[in-house]
């Protein structure tokens, strides 16, 4: 947002009592949705990471503020996303790719 | 030596311009911590990834073990506690000294709630003998692994909660704080920064829940 750098940004309590309904709204849906409405595999988790994901930007944006701070906050979660995906990336490439899972593993 | 101005409010320590870029300072490495937390639990949701590839039908069978209502109240909880605290820091930026103090209570008896359904939860679990790596007993389950899901569950849900009664611990300091009259509205740094650490645990949760309850 274009605010003067040297104000920080003070939410409504209405704004906030919306991101937190929208939460439980949400919540709501991803139980209903996995408990109640048979959704075929993969899509099952698809939907549900799917819903997590959401949840996690209106956290990250509205309640840690990250949309109206500055910018290098908001790179510094990506780049955690990003090595987050390298990790498992480069973690699945081997695991799923044995002829022989370790055994007792 | 530089001189030092007499008009610094007093919150700021002198290697900092001003109190916004002390406030700056102090966020970035508050950032910088929470990418830290974050791959490290990106280890351990790794662990989930890699067993859920191998082994996809005890991932399915154990997490019927878990009680989906208690595990979808604990969610609401933890969102509703992530509330109380962008409230209080919303009272701290509006001068409103009582509203911070409340908000802290409420966030600190709503983390207690979590962890009291946790404890329950946990206690059900033990009963039954389900223990994490060789004390499982539990003969309920028909996978040679299942032992494996309730490692990993263990450790996620284990190092969760441990960071849910870190949070406890400094949310009351940050309220000890607040009623000696330490914050204002020029000055509230540590309960923006306690604040991110509290959304990052409801963050964590969020991914938890559905990826260890939700399994049909």
Same mark, same amino acid.
Do not use: C
């Given at each position: 947002m274009?605010?003067?750098?040297?104000?920080?940004?003070v939410?409504?309590a209405?704004q906030?009592?919306?991101?937190?309904?929208?939460l439980?709204i949400?919540?709501?849906?991803?139980?209903v949705?996995?408990?109640f409405?048979?959704?075929p595999p993969p899509f099952?988790?698809?939907?549900?990471i799917s819903?997590?994901?959401?949840?996690?930007f209106l956290v990250a944006?509205?309640?840690?503020?990250?949309y109206?701070?500055?910018?290098?906050?908001?790179?510094?979660?990506f780049?955690?996303?990003?090595f987050?995906?390298?990790m498992?990336?480069?973690t699945l490439?081997d695991?799923?790719?044995?002829?022989?899972v370790?055994?007792?593993f | 030596m530089? &001189?030092h101005?007499?008009?610094?409010?007093?919150?700021?320590?002198?290697?900092f311009?001003?109190?916004?870029?002390?406030?700056?300072?102090?966020?970035?490495?508050?950032w910088?911590?929470l990418?830290?937390e974050i791959?490290?639990?990106?280890?351990l949701?790794c662990a989930y990834?890699?067993?859920r590839?191998?082994y996809?039908e005890l991932?399915?069978?154990?997490?019927l073990e878990?009680?989906t209502?208690?595990g979808?109240?604990?969610?609401?909880v933890?969102?509703?506690s992530s509330l109380?605290?962008a409230m209080a820091?919303r009272?701290?930026q509006?001068?409103?000294?009582?509203?911070?103090?409340?908000?802290?209570l409420i966030?600190i008896a709503l983390a207690?709630v979590?962890?009291v359904?946790?404890?329950f939860?946990?206690?059900?679990?033990?009963?039954?003998?389900?223990?994490?790596?060789d004390?499982?007993?539990?003969e309920g389950?028909d996978?040679?692994?299942?032992?494996?899901?309730?490692g990993?569950?263990?450790m996620l849900?284990?190092?969760h909660?441990?960071?849910?009664l870190?949070?406890?611990?400094?949310?009351?300091?940050?309220?000890l704080r607040?009623?000696?009259?330490?914050? &204002?509205?020029?000055?509230y740094t540590?309960?923006?920064i306690?604040g991110?650490?509290?959304?990052?645990?409801?963050?964590?949760?969020i991914?938890?829940f559905?990826l260890?309850?939700?399994?049909?």
């Open positions: 274009s605010e003067h750098n040297h104000e920080h940004h939410s409504t209405g906030l009592w919306a991101v937190a309904t929208a439980f949400l919540t709501i849906i991803t139980v949705v996995a408990k409405i048979s959704i099952d988790v698809i939907t549900a819903i997590a994901l959401v949840k996690a944006a509205f309640f840690m503020n990250l109206w701070d500055t910018k290098f906050n908001t790179i510094l979660l780049m955690a996303v990003a987050f995906i390298l498992i990336s480069i490439l695991t799923m790719y044995r002829n022989d370790v055994p007792s | 530089a &001189n101005s007499t008009s610094h409010p007093t919150h700021v320590q002198h290697h311009v001003d109190s916004d870029q002390q406030f700056d300072t102090a966020k970035l490495g508050m910088v911590f990418v830290n791959l490290f639990f990106g280890g949701f990834i890699v067993y590839a191998w996809p991932f399915q069978m154990a997490a878990l009680n209502f208690w979808a109240v604990n969610t609401v933890l969102i509703g109380t605290v820091i009272s701290a509006k001068n409103q000294m009582k509203g911070l103090k409340i908000n802290l966030t207690v979590f962890m359904i946790k404890g939860e946990y206690a059900h679990k033990f009963e039954l003998g389900i223990f994490p790596g004390f499982y007993t539990y389950l996978h040679p692994q299942a032992n494996v899901f309730f990993i569950y263990y849900t284990g190092v909660a441990l960071h849910v870190i949070g406890i611990g400094l949310i009351f300091w940050i309220y607040a009623r000696k009259g330490e914050f &204002n509205s020029e000055y540590p309960v923006e306690t991110l650490y509290w959304h990052l645990v409801d963050l964590i949760w991914f938890l559905p260890l309850y939700l399994i049909e």
